[in-house]
C-alpha cells in the first residue's frame, strides 16, 4: 500500500511538470508571434496615414494656382508624435518631390517616403516649422493638427507649393 502512495505523488508530478511545459510553450509562442504581428499592424496604419499627406499635396498642385487644401490630422498616433517633412530634392535624372514621415512605433521606427507633383515646396504662414529638417519640416505638435497646402504659381510658371500651419 505504501508503494502506490509513492508512485501516485510521483506521476502527479510528472503530469504537473508537463502540464506546466505545455503551459510555459504555449505563452511563450503566443507572445513572441504577438509581438511581430503588432510590428506589422503598426507598419500598415502607419503607410496609410502617411498616405493622406501625399493626397493633400496631390490635390493642391492639381488644383492650379490659388487653390488651398486645408487638411486636418491627428497630432500623434498611439500617444507618439510623428514626424512629417515635404521636400524637393535633386536625382540623378532630375528633381523630385516627396513627403516624409517618421514615427517610433513600439518596437521600432518606421519611416516612409511618397512621391508627390513636382513643385517647389516653401513655408508660408505660421510657426509650426521644424528647423533642420531638409525641407519644410513641421512641428506636428505646434501644428495642432492642422496644416494649407496653397498653390502659388510664379510669373514664370514654376509651381511652388506653400505649407501653412493651420493653428
Not at 500598415?44 to 496615414?49: G, I, L, N, S
Request: charged share 20%; aromatic share 14%; proline share 3%.
Amino acid at each position: 500500500m505504501r508503494d502506490k502512495k509513492g508512485q501516485v505523488a510521483l506521476e502527479f508530478l510528472v503530469y504537473a511538470g508537463v502540464f506546466l511545459l505545455i503551459a510555459v510553450s504555449a505563452y511563450a509562442l503566443t507572445y513572441f508571434n504577438q509581438r511581430s504581428e503588432v510590428a506589422v499592424r503598426e507598419s500598415q496604419m502607419f503607410r496609410e496615414f502617411g498616405y493622406k499627406f501625399q493626397y493633400a499635396a496631390i490635390v493642391a498642385y492639381r488644383g492650379g494656382p490659388g487653390f488651398t487644401y486645408d487638411l486636418y490630422f491627428d497630432r500623434n498616433i498611439d500617444g507618439k508624435p510623428f514626424q512629417l517633412v515635404y521636400m524637393t530634392a535633386p536625382t540623378e535624372t532630375g528633381r523630385v518631390s516627396s513627403v516624409k514621415t517618421v514615427w517610433n512605433g513600439t518596437s521600432s521606427e518606421y519611416a516612409y517616403l511618397y512621391t508627390i507633383p513636382l513643385a517647389d515646396y516653401e513655408r508660408g504662414g505660421g510657426d509650426c516649422f521644424a528647423p533642420g529638417t531638409g525641407g519644410v519640416g513641421i512641428d506636428v505638435e505646434k501644428a495642432n493638427g492642422h496644416i494649407l497646402l496653397s498653390n502659388e504659381a510664379t510669373d514664370d510658371g514654376r509651381a511652388v507649393i506653400k505649407v501653412h500651419c493651420g493653428g
